[in-house]
C-alpha cells in the first residue's frame, strides 16, 4: 500500500479497493501522526522551565560568599526543584538553558561591593556579575546567561557576597530561575 | 473534485466515487503537506539556532584604556545546520536567519581588584548590523554596552551581561565583546570568557 512522504500516512493503491479499511487506515495515521505534532508542541510552548525564591531572612556576613538557600518554588515545570532534598538548586537536563539569578541584600551601613554568581555543579561559575560601588545600603543585583547542559545530573545554583560596613546583610528577593530554549546538542 | 476548508482539504463530490483511491490519495498527500508545515515550525522552536565562543584563557592581555576586541577563538556550541564559525574575535551571522536575538557576554580577568583609584572595567557587547538605513545609504551600526566594575579597591574581575538586538542583514552581521579598562599599573590578563547568541524569532517585518 503506498504511503505519503512525510507521515506515511497509507492510502489506497490505483487498483485497489476503496472501503472502510482504507479509511480507518488514513485516520489511525493521522491520528499517530498529530500525536508527534502533540508531544513537539507541547515542548516548544511549555519548556522546561522553574523559578524558585529566597524569600527567608537568610543572613549574609559581610565578605563571605553565602550560596542562597530557596523555601518556595514560583513555578516549576519539568520538576527541577526538589527544595526538600536540596533547597539551593535547580537540577537541569541536557540542552541549551537560559539562567537567571538576583538577590537584594539589605541592613547594611554602607557597601563597598556587592555580587553574584551562579555556578555549574557548586563549582564552575559561568555567571558572575560583580555591583559597582554603591552610596546606598540596599543593592539590588542579577544576572541572566546562557548555559550548555551535557548531563542529566547538572545542576545549577546561586552565591552572593557583599562588603562595607555593619550587617550582617539580610538577603531578600532573591530568585534562581532557568528555562530550556532547545536540546543539546 | 473540490477543495474546501481554509487549510484547501480537498473531498470527493458523489460523482468521484467512481474513483475513489485517487480522491483518497489526494486527501492523504493534502494532509501530509499540512502537518509537516505543523511539524516543522515546532523543529524550529525546539532546534533554534545557538552559538557559544569561548575565550582561550591566559593567552590575551588587554592594555589599560584601550577598547580592545576580546579574542574567542573555540566554538563551544553551534547549531549543527549552519557554518561553522571562522573569525576569532566575533560571532558571525552570515549562515544564521535574521531576526531577534539575545546575546551575552561573561568575562574574568586578572589581576583581581583595582589598584588605583578611578579603576574600572567596562565590557561591551558590540552589536554589528551592516543594514543599509533606507534613502541614507548610511550603515548602521549598533553598539550596546554594560558598565561593570569598580571604583574602588574590591572586586570587579568578573562581569555578565546579556541584551536582545535585532540583526537584519546576516551576511554583515556579527557580535563581539570588548573591554576597556582603567588598570594602568598593568595590563590585565583574560582568565575566563564567552560571547553567545540565541536566535528568539523572526522580525516583525
Known sequence: MPVTDEFALRYPGPYDVVDATSWQNLATDIDAAMTTIDAKRVLAIR????????????????SVLATLAFATEDWDNGGLANLGINNDRLTLTPGIWLVAAGVRPFGMTNVTHVEIQVSLNGVTNFQHRIGPLYSGATPVIQTHGLLVVTASTDYVTALTAWSGTGGPATAIGGYLQATKMRDYP | MEYTSSQSLPY????DFAN??????????AIDLRLSILDLGYDAILARPVVLKTVTPGVQTISASINTTVNIPNTTFQSSEFTAQSSSTSIDFSSYPAGIWMGGVYLGTNPVGAVNT???RNVTLRVVDRRIQPGTGVSVYEELWDESGCQSNTGGDFTTFSQTFEIHDPDNAFIQMRLHHGNVSSALSVTAGFVWALYIGELAN
Do not use: C, F, V, Y
Request: avoid cysteine; aromatic fraction near 0%; charge should be negative.
Open chain 2, 12 to 15: 470527493p463530490e458523489p460523482e
Open chain 2, 118 to 120: 578611578g579603576n574600572h
Open chain 2, 20 to 29: 475513489g483511491s485517487q480522491q483518497l490519495k489526494m486527501l492523504a498527500e
Open chain 1, 47 to 62: 519548556p522546561s522551565s522553574a523559578r524558585i525564591l529566597n524569600d527567608s531572612t537568610q543572613l549574609l556576613t559581610n
